[in-house]
Nanobody, 117 residues
């Protein structure tokens, strides 16, 4: 069992930056890939990016590539989502999830990110 808690959301002006954290409980954290997802009002949840178990070679959705960066610290059971050059269309609830082979078994409660003009 893995429990995930996201933090770091908030209100930011367009062009600004935020760093989200996803902290996990449990000693098996390093066994899981961690994915970031987001859901805007009235829209389906969409994939943002993911980190492998080791943290190497993160991959991203085209909509955030070049602006968002995922990093991982297994010693702290934490994965980070650094978001730069934020746009109003990035406004959403952001979730992290843990899983293997792109099957996401565990989800956090989400953190709100609001980007204003």
């Amino acid at each position: 069992q893995v429990q995930l808690v996201e933090s770091g959301g908030g209100l930011v002006l367009a062009g600004g930056s935020l760093r989200l954290s996803c902290t996990a409980s449990g000693r098996t954290f390093s066994s899981y890939a961690i994915g970031w997802f987001r859901q805007a009002p009235g829209k389906d949840r969409e994939f943002v990016g993911a980190s492998s178990r080791s943290g190497g070679n993160p991959y991203y959705a085209d909509s955030v590539k070049g602006r968002f960066t995922i990093s991982r610290d297994n010693a702290k059971n934490t994965v980070y989502l650094q978001m730069n050059s934020l746009k109003p269309e990035d406004t959403a609830v952001y979730y992290c999830a843990a899983g293997q082979r792109n099957i996401w078994d565990y989800w956090g409660q989400g953190t709100q990110v609001t980007v204003s003009l």
